[in-house]
């Protein structure tokens, strides 16, 4: 006679699926921030944490034009809808680094990191 061992759960398990996020630091020119806020915005979870202005220090007329500072909140998913977005609306865009979302808080002194 043969034993079957197995365990009965009283209900469901749940499997844990938690998105994993990253931060995209980008800097755009000023005239296009704005565009490029409205198309992340179409990128599914994606969005702009924070986006700051630069100005550059001792810059000629050529070089002068202010820039903004773009701080991308997306899941690993998006990456590719956000990469097409920003080349589509900003093309003299400089793509900066990609960094998890727990560097990104812990570089603005949240201890935990999230």
């Known amino acids: 006679m043969a034993?079957?061992?197995?365990?009965?759960?009283?209900?469901?398990?749940?499997a844990r699926c938690e998105t994993t996020f990253k931060v995209l630091d980008v800097t755009v020119p000023s005239v296009d921030a704005c565009r490029v806020r409205r198309g992340i915005a179409a990128c599914k979870g994606a969005g702009v944490l924070r986006c700051e202005p630069l100005m550059r220090v001792n810059a000629t007329c050529e070089s002068g034009a202010p820039r903004a500072r773009l701080l991308i909140r997306l899941p690993l998913a998006s990456y590719a809808c956000v990469m097409h977005c920003l080349l589509e609306c900003a093309p003299d865009g400089e793509i900066g680094h990609l960094t998890s979302w727990r560097e990104h808080l812990q570089r603005y002194g949240i201890a935990n990191g999230g």
């Open 3 to 14: 034993y079957a061992a197995y365990r009965e759960y009283a209900g469901t398990v749940r």
